[in-house]
């Protein structure tokens, strides 16, 4: 057990709707993670938040956006859903920007 | 991701010792780190090197890292039917981790 855990389990979606995902970071971790594991694939960054800011972005485009709040929770929002965002969603929650980072157990999203 | 290169499957017995390789292009990781995933399960820390050590044991896992010809590998002592899942090896640029895309080990009972 890591202590991040991920909201919801499962997920479906038609193209073009929006989603939220959700992740619940460990105490005192100042840092979550987001990553996006197509099946067969290792997972792909998509972008990190620190202290409520985002703080680099992998090359996903601007419908990825994210929040992070004080609680230690965030979101990954994901606009104009296409067909290829099917996939594990994945947060992980680090003490700083360069720690370990430790994974919640996913979010599998399917848009059909 | 091309950055860092695995191969897909592995297959042994129980009992026997696993070695999962790993090579790596980017050589500015402070640390080197071995994941587990279990099916539709997230990732499981399972151990990590300092990109100065050789070697790191821990009880039935030992990290072998070859700096010069950027090489990483995992062994697993005595290997369990439990132990059946895709490994993932990680380094760390930057902020960003990047993962290659597992090797899937096997366990034949």
């Known amino acids: 057990e890591t202590g991040v855990t991920q909201s919801p389990t499962h997920l479906i979606k038609t193209r073009g709707q929006q989603v939220t995902l959700r992740c619940s970071s460990q105490?005192?971790?100042?840092?979550v993670s987001w990553y996006q594991q197509a099946l067969g694939q290792g997972p792909q960054f998509i972008f990190q938040?620190?202290?409520?800011?985002?703080?680099g972005r992998g090359n996903f485009p601007p419908r990825f956006s994210g929040l992070q709040f004080p609680n230690y929770s965030s979101e990954l929002n994901v606009n104009a859903l296409e067909l290829d965002d099917s996939a594990l969603y994945l947060c992980?929650?680090?003490?700083?920007?360069?720690?370990?980072?430790?994974f919640g157990p996913g979010t599998r999203l399917t848009v059909l | 991701g091309e950055d860092v290169e695995q191969s897909l499957f592995l297959s042994v017995r129980e009992g026997d010792s696993s070695v999962i390789n790993c090579t790596y292009t980017?050589?500015?990781?402070?640390?080197l780190y071995w994941y587990k995933q279990e099916p539709g399960a997230g990732l499981q820390l399972l151990t990590y090197?300092?990109?100065?050590?050789d070697m790191k044991q821990d009880q039935r896992l030992t990290v072998l890292l070859n700096k010069k010809d950027k090489h990483l590998s995992l062994r697993i002592a005595d290997t369990q039917t439990g132990d059946s899942a895709i490994y993932f090896c990680?380094?760390?640029?930057?902020?960003?981790?990047?993962f290659g895309t597992g090797t899937s080990l096997t366990v034949i009972p």
């Open positions: 090197i300092f990109s100065n050590m």
């Open positions: 938040y620190y202290r409520e800011e985002e703080n």
């Open positions: 980017d050589s500015s990781s402070t640390y």
């Open positions: 992980a929650s680090s003490l700083d920007r360069i720690d370990t980072q430790y």
């Open positions: 990680a380094g760390l640029r930057g902020n960003q981790f990047y």
């Open positions: 105490s005192g971790h100042n840092t």
